[in-house]
């Protein structure tokens, strides 16, 4: 890379990253590892953001989200994390649709039916 590039890229950096060419070409180089890192980071990330916001959903209905995945797969209902979770968040009543198709399909989310009480400091006194 050459000086006008470098210090392109190093805009906004703090201190000499900014304006001295063999710190900023140090700091540039190392932003863009961690870019490289993080964009794969990122989809880590949102995968399992949205793994909780359907295991959340489920297990309001009684059913854990392994179950809850196994008996969509069983049904040939194809529909992606991304979604699921939308769904799980704001429309309800479809996930809950959702959830009672997957409750018929595979026997073991049959086993919860009450859903799991959670009783906070009232244990402890």
């Not at 805009?11 to 961690?34: H, T």
């Not at 909780?52 to 797969?73: C, D, K, Q």
């Not at 009672?100 to 086993?111: E, I, L, W």
Request: hydrophobic share 35%; proline share 2%; net charge positive.
């Amino acid at each position: 890379m050459n000086k006008k590039e470098v210090f392109k890229l190093a805009k906004g950096f703090r201190g000499r990253a900014k304006n001295c060419i063999r710190i900023a070409r140090e700091r540039v180089e190392k932003a863009l590892q961690y870019s490289y890192r993080d964009r794969r980071n990122k989809k880590r990330d949102m995968r399992s953001l949205w793994i909780e916001r359907i295991n959340a959903g489920t297990r309001i209905h009684g059913v854990n989200y392994g179950n809850f995945m196994h008996g969509l797969v069983k049904e040939n209902i194809q529909l992606n994390r991304k979604v699921l979770s939308e769904l799980s968040m704001h429309e309800p009543y479809s996930f809950k649709a959702l959830v009672d198709v997957s409750r018929t399909a595979f026997p073991g989310n049959k086993n919860m039916t009450s859903v799991p009480k959670k009783e906070g400091l009232s244990i402890l006194v």
